[in-house]
């Protein structure tokens, strides 16, 4: 006998712990995924990534949408029945919270009927869930504030009215959704089952009614023709326990439609029902070809083997490219002022100011400084080298100096192509980083106003 509703509460299960502990594990300071606008940071896979290399994003909304088009090529709507935080709050505000814990519901075998009314009952219940819909948003904020700030944060309420808000704006939807719109939202409003059809082929798992066994029970318009087939061997009995027990109340028998999760408690009644005649059921996940063809499924096709080969290779690509970002990144700014022309003891020099923003990406502090690849321009200040710590950032001002004869001014101002290079001290070789910009040379004019 088949039981799908256990193997769900595991799949749910698991997911749900996942997201809420997931958060809270710390590698070198890095999250499994964090994208933090506060700190201007991607946490992939316990790497940090600045804003500054947010070219990752991309791979990883293609290995998202070309992951999305696969597991619906492959399991139909199997994401609905098994992982979506809707089925997953829907299973357990009703499965367990009304029917287990509070009793409000006799069993969850009929949901085509309303539970008795229990007035105080249903608003422990609401309560319950106003509760745990607060944990359920402050646990998607995580991933945008990691806990060690969150909760920071929370001490401090008024600071943070804009968090607070968002965490509260989720658990009033979340309630409104869960307790009120219930499985109409699967029906009337997600997106992703209004386009997932036109991702199935014959070849996609899905919740079958097999027809040849059970007997017809619509004709090819979907007029009903009998709850109860009358043909020779028609294995059906009529029983209607598949249509009592579906959360979305549609009659699998009807063939595929929109409103089906497949949750696949059809198929756990149906094989009840069906194992106490020592039958199999007659609803099962299956593809309209292995049914058709009485054979297995085919999970290896052209299309399914072509996302696999497309989706490892973004993968790999993910990798590399990850794996080759630099240890150290630098920002360069110019002062908004052109230059400074001054005049020392037995020269006249020309000053350039920049605002350097440096990051320090690797796993340990480090010791910094830069050079500019020129032989003509120096540096001026900053005169020491300086400490960038671990995922830190830094704004240093830095004043370049070029003595005023190294050149010949012309009529308007030269714009000297430089080679800015920030490193770490310790280890110049492997922690680089090499940037363009712009030493501006003054007009004769300018010049010759110092000259006098
Ligand atoms: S028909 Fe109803 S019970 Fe069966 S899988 Fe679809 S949504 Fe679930
Ligand atoms: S549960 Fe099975 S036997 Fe009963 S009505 Fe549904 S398909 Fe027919």
């Known amino acids: 006998m088949y039981n799908y509703a256990k193997k769900r509460y595991i799949s749910f299960s698991i997911i749900m712990i996942l997201a809420f502990v997931l958060p809270f594990i710390r590698i070198n300071g890095n ?50 029945g098994w992982a979506c935080p809707q089925t997953t709050f829907r299973v357990f505000y009703r499965d367990f919270i009304q ?32 509760v745990i819909s607060l944990i359920v948003g402050s646990n998607f904020m995580w991933y945008f504030i990691p806990p060690e700030d969150f909760f920071r944060y929370l001490a401090n309420p008024s600071e943070h009215l804009f968090m607070i808000g968002i965490v509260v704006g989720i658990a009033l939807f979340l309630v409104l959704d869960i307790v009120f719109i219930k499985e109409n939202f699967c029906v009337y409003i997600c997106p992703y089952a209004r386009i997932q059809s036109v991702m199935f ?57 929109l409103e089906c999760i497949n949750c696949l408690e059809c198929a756990d009644a149906c094989s009840g029902v069906m194992g106490k005649l020592g039958k199999i059921s007659l609803i099962n996940w299956t593809s309209e070809n292995a049914v058709e063809t009485r054979s297995e499924t085919r999970v290896f096709r052209p299309k399914t083997i072509g996302y696999m080969a497309f989706l490892s290779l973004i993968f790999v690509v993910l990798l590399l490219v990850g794996a080759s970002r630099d240890s150290l990144l630098l920002n360069i700014n110019r002062d908004s002022g052109l230059y400074n022309i001054r005049k020392t003891q037995d020269s006249l020099v020309v000053e350039n100011d920049y605002v350097f923003l440096i990051e320090n990406t690797h796993s340990k502090d480090g010791k910094f400084y830069f050079k500019v690849d020129s032989d003509l321009i120096k540096i001026k200040r900053p005169k020491d080298e300086f400490t960038v710590n671990s995922g830190k950032k830094e704004k240093v001002i830095v004043t370049l100096v070029m003595n005023a004869s190294s ?46």
């Open 201 to 257: 082929d014959k070849d996609t798992f899905q919740v079958i009614y097999d027809e040849k066994r059970g007997g017809k029970i619509y004709d090819d318009k979907h007029n009903l023709i009998a709850n109860k087939p009358t043909g020779e061997g028609d294995e059906c009995i009529g029983c209607r326990a598949c249509i009592n027990i579906c959360p979305t109340h549609i009659d699998i028998r009807k063939g595929m439609q």
């Open 31 to 80: 999250h499994i995924f964090l994208l933090s606008f506060d700190r201007k940071e991607l946490h992939l896979f316990f790497q940090a990534f600045s804003t500054q290399e947010l070219f990752l994003l991309p791979f990883l909304l293609i290995l998202c949408f070309v992951g999305i088009f696969f597991i619906t090529s492959l399991g139909g709507r199997v994401w609905c």
């Open 99 to 130: 029917t287990k814990l509070l009793g409000i519901r006799r069993s969850i075998k009929n949901k085509q009927v309303q539970p008795k009314s229990n007035i105080v009952k249903k608003a422990i219940g609401f309560i319950i869930w106003v």
């Open 407 to 452: 050149i010949e001014a012309k009529d308007d101002d030269i714009k000297i192509p430089i080679k800015v290079k920030a490193y770490a001290v310790e280890n110049e070789d492997e922690i680089n980083v090499v940037r363009d910009s712009v030493f501006i040379f003054p007009k004769n004019e300018q010049l010759k106003r110092y000259k006098k």
